[in-house]
């Protein structure tokens, strides 16, 4: 099993940044992809933000591409998620996700981000 704890969210004005960081334990050895999905106000679905593979490669949703930058410390079992030219459209529940090939997805409690205009 993997057990996932953000942190770094709060409140910031239109413009501002803010990082998140996401610490795994448990199973963290087996952890393949790691990355961000966040929720907006009044929507049922959690949307993609970035992801990292465990050789670093990354994606990143098309909404946040420039602005965002997601990073990852395998020796730490941590990812984190730079964010910058932060607008009002990205206020939301911010989830970190880890994927463990054979096992299936893990989920943090998530982190809230509001973007004040």
């Known amino acids: 099993q993997v057990q996932l704890v953000e942190s770094g969210g709060g409140l910031v004005q239109a413009g501002g940044s803010l990082r998140l960081s996401c610490a795994a334990s448990?199973?963290?050895?087996?952890?393949?992809?790691m990355g961000w999905y966040r929720q907006a106000p009044g929507k049922q679905r959690r949307e993609l933000v970035a992801t990292i593979s465990v050789g670093g490669m990354t994606n990143y949703a098309e909404s946040v591409k420039g602005r965002f930058t997601i990073s990852r410390d395998n020796a730490k079992s941590e990812v984190y998620l730079q964010m910058t030219s932060l607008k009002p459209e990205d206020t939301a529940a911010y989830y970190c996700?880890?994927?463990?090939?054979?096992?299936?997805?893990?989920w943090g409690q998530g982190t809230q981000v509001t973007v004040s205009s």
């Open positions: 448990g199973r963290t050895d087996s952890i393949n992809t």
């Open positions: 996700y880890a994927y463990v090939p054979s096992w299936g997805s893990y």
